[in-house]
T-cell receptor, first 114, second 116 residues
Framework: AQSVTQLDSQVPVFEEAPVELRCNYS??????LFWYVQYPNQGLQLLLK??????LVKGINGFEAEFNKSQTSFHLRKPSVHISDTAEYFC????????????FGTGTLLAVQP | GAVVSQHPSWVICKSGTSVKIECRSL??????MFWYRQFPKQSLMLMAT?????????EQGVEKDKFLINHASLTLSTLTVTSAHPEDSSFYIC????????????FGSGTRLTVV
């Protein structure tokens, strides 16, 4: 079974500063990893995903993440955040296959301050 | 890209009544759909996996008689909350997975259920 840990429930950061949101996973099989963003009272939007290949994954809105198998991590980064990036961010893991469940971490609230 | 339409976006119902939430894949035939619930300021908890033409698989602790899932076609899955109570008030989100190079999960916009 897979699981995901997001250690930071909230990350405050000033506008235009860099940010890293941490995600660690555990799995006994190969994994697919995802980062989603959720704005209040809305569904989820995919930021990026790692399926295979290059460990550095670039996503939308200037976000990127690096898959580190030895550290079982998939941290999300952005070099310069905007006020509009304020939202809840979820890391998720799947074992692959169409019927495999997508398991979410507890989420990290990114709070960008002016 | 894959699009999922979820309705209604919000609903208020009286305690004891039933509520049906629909989830449609607009441009993809979804063989597997997933239903999640999300309490305020919490993560998404998987409730069940819905397979087209067969019974849904429920996660531990989810009452199958209370949360009825029907996935009768490749484009439609429904979640019915039966005899709703205030503690069922939550945000419900559907999702389906896609295969191949575009492997991933697409989510509906969610349904805010309030039971009064």
């Amino acid at each position: 079974a897979q699981s995901v840990t997001q250690l930071d429930s909230q990350v405050p950061v000033f506008e235009e500063a860099p940010v890293e949101l941490r995600c660690n996973y555990s799995s006994s099989v190969s994994v697919y990893l995802f980062w989603y963003v959720q704005y209040p009272n809305q569904g989820l939007q995919l930021l990026l995903k790692y399926l295979s290949g290059s460990t550095l994954v670039k996503g939308i809105n200037g976000f990127e993440a690096e898959f580190n198998k030895s550290q079982t991590s998939f941290h999300l980064r952005k070099p310069s955040v905007h006020i509009s990036d304020t939202a809840e961010y979820f890391c998720a893991v799947s074992g692959g296959g169409a019927t495999n469940k997508l398991i979410f971490g507890t989420g990290t609230l990114l709070a960008v301050q002016p | 890209g894959a699009v999922v339409s979820q309705h209604p976006s919000w609903v208020i119902c009286k305690s004891g009544t039933s509520v049906k939430i629909e989830c449609r894949s607009l441009d993809f035939q979804a063989t597997t759909m997933f239903w999640y619930r999300q309490f305020p300021k919490q993560s998404l908890m998987l409730m069940a996996t819905s397979n087209e033409g067969s019974k849904a698989t429920y996660e531990q602790g989810v009452e199958k008689d209370k949360f009825l899932i029907n996935h009768a076609s490749l484009t439609l899955s429904t979640l019915t909350v039966t005899s709703a109570h205030p503690e069922d008030s939550s945000f419900y989100i559907c999702s389906f997975s896609t295969r191949g190079e575009g492997y991933g999960y697409t989510f509906g916009s969610g349904t805010r259920l309030t039971v009064v």
